[in-house]
């Protein structure tokens, strides 16, 4: 199947470049441009693509909150968000808000088709090591006070021990194949593992749970 993309960015050369490099993969098609977070939230309504690359800095409404408003409206649009420095201060923030991961504009086609690949699959573009830096910088600069003791005990309570150890690595930043080979289990258990955390504490996404386990203090920073 075709994974249908927007692009929202308000440089227009930035549009127009990952167009040409994203409409050259056999399996994904740009099919609408946005130039603020507000014009975003519209085409995402009227387009419905699988995948939204989502830019921060954007006039008349951000990233940040364009992709709190997709996800909370629109669920099946996963949001990538597009960055120009790997230690943005809002990349966290918008981890936060929903969005899936984050890929910096400088990336090659290959990286490019790859993130949009690994989104629209439903994983979380938490491979890279510099996302792993800055999901732990990030959640100790983070505004928003850790989860308070009474909220971790009721919500990661529930998990066995194997399911939280799987959230641990999933915070670190390993993938499904990297965990099974960590634990010494077969990659197809992980992912049961990797389900169960995510519907027991509710989440979207392997991102939201790397956020949960630092907020929560699972995972130490540094």
Do not use: C, W
């Not at 930035?14 to 993969?25: D, H, T």
């Not at 597009?82 to 981890?95: C, G, N, P, S, W």
């Amino acid at each position: 199947m075709t994974i249908r993309v927007l692009i929202a960015d308000d440089q227009m050369m930035v549009r127009e470049g990952f167009s040409v490099l994203l409409n050259a993969m056999p399996d994904i098609e740009v099919v609408g441009e946005a130039v603020n977070g507000r014009e975003a939230i519209e085409r995402v309504r009227e387009l419905a693509p699988d995948v939204v690359l989502m830019d921060i800095r954007m006039p008349e409404l951000n990233g940040i909150e364009a992709t709190r408003e997709i996800v909370a409206s629109h669920g099946a649009s996963k949001v990538l968000v597009l960055t120009t420095f790997d230690l943005d201060e809002y990349v966290y923030q918008a981890l936060r808000a929903g969005a899936s991961g984050f890929l910096l504009k400088d990336a090659s086609a290959r990286q490019l088709a790859d993130g949009v690949r690994v989104v629209a699959s439903g994983e979380a573009l938490l491979a890279p090591t510099v996302t792993r830096r800055l999901i732990t910088e990030f959640s100790r600069m983070a505004e928003t006070p850790r989860l308070s003791a009474a909220v971790q005990a009721q919500q990661y309570g529930e998990l066995t021990e194997r399911e939280t150890e799987v959230l641990v690595l999933i915070a670190q930043g390993l993938s499904n194949a990297e965990i099974a080979s960590h634990l010494v289990v077969a990659e197809s258990t992980i992912k049961t593992h990797v389900s169960r955390v995510l519907v027991k504490l509710g989440l979207r996404d392997r991102t939201q749970a790397a956020v949960f386990a630092y907020e929560a203090r699972l995972v130490t920073p540094g």
